[in-house]
């Protein structure tokens, strides 16, 4: 039985539990928001729909004691208008909601493996890790992946070839301090440095290029919604199917004793090994400095205190 818990029904969390009721990839679904109201709606319009679907999920909400025995739980509250301002302007609130969920989720003795989508993005996974106190292989990020997929879309698109000839990493801070790792580059097996069908890729303008749709979909939308959603159902799979798929997520990295966007193999246990890569001398030193970023992020929250 495949059990997935949601916590925030925003945009996200809503996308996600329509994918998955309509697609039929949890047979339990446990859906909570801070708002009484919202999980009444979204459960009600998802089992409306599920009338005229082949497949059934059990959809149960507001209820974090079910959540024990729950496979994957995805954190998604927040409030995302705030982006509008600037990428990291969700820290307090975030950071707030945070602490209360996650004693409710500690209390709950849920022992799957977390994936936070909640901004900003390490800092986050690692006070969620801290209150849930599961292991830091159980609570991920999704870190810069969304990321990742914008550059492998601005280079394919480049060098007009398919999104899944082009490997690589951006590492470092979600909608922060990026580290865009070209020695990790790769089209059809050569280097960005080759010609690619014949296309020679400037590295600033595809930088630039990956930046832009974010930017595209926050000014007409206010939010960004599908990359995540689809990304997260990508990871979800490749827990339960424990696929050992690199992906660069937001763990907890020893070398920088801090949570970071690095790659690592993602399977059932959650984190498995670290893709330690031979980087330029350069994107090494950057990561660094991404993680000092992120540590001092982190440290800044110790002056918040309440709860939203
Ligand atoms: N990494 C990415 O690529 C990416 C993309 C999109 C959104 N995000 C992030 O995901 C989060 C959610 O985005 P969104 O657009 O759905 O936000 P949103 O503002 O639309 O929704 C947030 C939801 O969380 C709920 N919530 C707040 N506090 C809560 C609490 N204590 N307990 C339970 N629910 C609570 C709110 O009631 C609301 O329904 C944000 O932090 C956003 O920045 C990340």
């Given at each position: 039985m495949r059990k997935i818990g949601i916590i925030g029904l925003g945009h996200v969390g809503r996308m996600l539990a329509n994918q998955l009721v309509m697609n039929g990839k949890a047979d339990e679904l446990?859906?909570?928001?801070?708002?009484?109201?919202?999980?009444?709606?979204?459960?009600?319009?998802?089992?409306?729909?599920?009338t005229v679907l082949?497949?059934?999920?059990?959809?149960?909400?507001?209820?974090?004691?079910?959540?024990?025995?729950?496979?994957?739980?995805?954190?998604?509250?927040?409030?995302?208008?705030?982006?509008?301002?600037?990428?990291?302007?969700?820290?307090?609130?975030?950071?707030?909601?945070?602490?209360?969920?996650?004693?409710?989720?500690?209390?709950?003795?849920?022992?799957?493996?977390?994936?936070n989508l909640t901004n900003p993005n390490e800092a986050i996974t690692a006070v969620l890790q801290q209150a849930v106190g599961l292991p830091q292989k159980q609570v991920?990020?999704?870190?810069?992946?969304?990321?990742?997929?914008?550059l492998?879309?601005?280079?394919?698109?480049?060098?007009?070839?398919?999104?899944a000839n082009v490997t690589g990493f951006v590492y470092?801070?979600?909608?922060?301090?990026?580290?865009?790792?070209?020695?990790?580059?790769?089209?059809?097996?050569q280097p960005l440095t080759a010609a690619i069908n014949g296309h020679h890729l400037d590295q600033s303008q595809l930088k630039v290029k990956a930046n832009?749709?974010?930017?595209?979909?926050?000014?007409?939308?206010?939010?960004?919604?599908?990359?995540?959603?689809?990304?997260?159902?990508?990871?979800?799979?490749?827990?339960f199917a424990d696929e050992q798929l690199a992906l660069p997520v937001a763990i907890y990295q020893p070398q920088y004793a801090t949570y970071i966007s690095f790659p690592a193999l993602i399977g059932r246990q959650g984190i498995g090994n670290l893709l330690l890569l031979n980087l330029y001398p350069l994107e090494r030193e950057e990561i660094k400095?991404?993680?000092?970023?992120?540590?001092?992020?982190?440290?800044?929250?110790?002056?918040?205190?309440?709860?939203?």
């Open positions: 446990v859906l909570i928001d801070k708002n009484d109201q919202l999980a009444v709606a979204v459960q009600a319009d998802l089992n409306d729909a599920q082949d497949t059934y999920t059990k959809i149960i909400i507001q209820d974090y004691a079910v959540l024990a025995d729950a496979d994957i739980l995805v954190t998604a509250f927040g409030k995302s208008e705030l982006l509008r301002q600037q990428p990291m302007a969700e820290l307090e609130t975030s950071y707030r909601q945070a602490k209360q969920v996650g004693q409710q989720i500690f209390k709950s003795d849920f022992s799957g493996i977390l994936i991920i990020g999704i870190g810069t992946v969304i990321e990742t997929a914008r492998h879309r601005a280079i394919a698109e480049g060098a007009q070839v398919a999104t470092g801070q979600h909608d922060g301090h990026q580290v865009f790792a070209w020695s990790t580059v790769h089209v059809n097996g832009l749709s974010n930017w595209y979909t926050l000014s007409g939308l206010g939010y960004n919604v599908s990359a995540v959603t689809a990304w997260t159902l990508r990871i979800m799979t490749a827990i400095s991404a993680a000092e970023t992120i540590k001092h992020q982190i440290e800044s929250l110790k002056n918040i205190k309440g709860e939203s």
